[in-house]
């Protein structure tokens, strides 16, 4: 039980002695439902309203200030994908309950107002948010994953229109890559050098080379996230639903089933284990010998009522809270590690191989110095303080080599000491992301303002610059910095004699 919940336990009345629950279904979204739990509660004269909230949630109700967010939950795992799935589920209420003209969570705040207008007890019994979050992004699979984000970043703005940007600003990193490493890609060098005087044709090419790797990248990549978007992006179908049906159970039925189909893993966190775990509170209030009327999403009523009737079919609590790490194997991870194993594997091999300590030394400074440009720049392209750009730059080659030890971590917990982010922050970006007249590149900077989105913009793009260092820019400057021993045939020399040397040794041991 959540720390609210034991104090508003201490301050219930004493029981009647008549234990039983009453729940009512509601639609968070619905007038009618207001008027319904109003008329229940005041009818039934109950001991406690229980009511499908955490503490967190009941303070928003309440206009309290929100709790600050825990930093180690915010900047561990994969909590950057478990806000986006927060954020998204709060974003879906939110446009339902603009739509229908109704603030979502009034029936909650209805139940709350009445309970203490009539001198009766308030129990919260839902489970913590954000654990329900993070084992709602554990259950689901990397498509339903996709999906999820990508009706998100639907939301943004036209798809065409977030397509190109999204393209346009990948085709300006290539770009830059290219021009830096690579060469041009699409003018032959020295082709206008000859048409235009002096340098001038050798700029021309630059420029012109950098403005069609740019378009072409744009629309190679703009188009077909264009065309996923628009998938994502869906009709006004909502606006159909009739809201005086959406507490009847053939309609809330069918829309279980929906969100069955789409995810089964997500449906049994988000409604399944919340029906257990709200069931186990209020048998508690009965065994205890309150009479409670319980108010609850139309959606859970069935589960909870089933539960009730045979609290022996109830599973442990034990199973019902607490984080997971999933039902799969993360692919991010292994791959992760994958890398970090070639970096290792990488200088170990050239030790083996009798590489000198200069070109020891110069490998390693170039991973240092290219993590720090690209961790710290785009740590400082996502609005963090200089310090905290300058411990991504610092920190970031030991990504490469630890993946455990992300570089985004250390930037993001030296950003904290310069801001605070708390749930009221969604509320926030969900206002912004309803302003549907704003460039997209407007929406993007006035998000930014926002604490949340900038803590987890910084410690996101930290984290791809710093991977971006690693596995795209180091690979392809090894020819320039080792080109005292060979470029990469030496390279490959000294890797090779490494691998001959390690298989003498392990054979040894052997």
Known sequence: MTEHAESAADDLPQPSGAGRVDVVGTAHVSEHSVAEVESAIE???????????????????????????????????????????????????????????????????????????????????????????????????AVEKLTLVGSLAAELGPPLTVGLTFGAVLGGAVAIVAGAF????????????????????????????????????????????????????????????????LTDTDVVSAMMEEFRQFSPGGAEALIDERDAFIAHRLVALREAGYHVVAVVGAGHREGIERYLDDPDSLPPMESLVGTESGRRVSLYKLIGYGFGFVFLAFFGLLILGGASQSVLLQLFVALVAVNAVLAGGLAKVAGAHWSSALAAG?????????????????????????????????????????????????????????????LILVVALTNVGSAVASYVVFPVLIPYISSDIGGMAGVSRLLWQGVREGTQILVGVL
């Open 43 to 141: 009818e039934a004269d109950p001991d406690v309203v229980a009511v499908e909230l955490d503490e967190g949630r009941y303070r928003q109700i309440k206009g309290e200030t929100p709790d600050d967010l825990d930093a180690s939950d915010l900047l561990r795992g994969n909590t950057v994908f478990q806000f986006l799935a927060y954020w998204m589920l709060s974003y879906i209420q939110t446009r339902l309950g603009e739509r229908f003209d109704i603030q979502p969570g009034a029936d909650m705040k209805a139940g709350i107002d009445t309970a203490e207008r009539l001198g009766l007890g308030v129990a919260l019994v839902d489970r913590d948010i954000q654990t329900t979050v993070q084992r709602f992004w554990a259950r689901l699979s």
């Open 394 to 454: 610092a920190f970031g080659w030991l990504t490469s080599l630890f993946p455990l030890l992300a570089a985004g971590w250390f930037a993001g917990y030296v950003e904290l000491k310069y801001i605070s982010v708390n749930i009221s922050d969604i509320a926030t970006l969900n206002d912004i992301l309803n302003d549907q007249e704003s460039p997209i590149m407007d929406l993007v900077a006035r998000m930014r303002q926002v604490p949340l989105f900038r």
């Open 182 to 245: 690579a060469g041009p890609l699409i003018v032959p060098s020295g082709a206008l050098s000859g048409v235009l005087p002096g340098g001038v044709g050798t700029t021309v090419a630059g420029l012109l080379d950098t403005l069609l790797t740019i378009c072409v990248v744009a629309l190679a990549v703009g188009i077909p996230i264009a065309a996923v978007l628009t998938r994502f992006r869906g009709g006004e179908e909502v606006e159909e639903f009739d809201m005086e049906r």
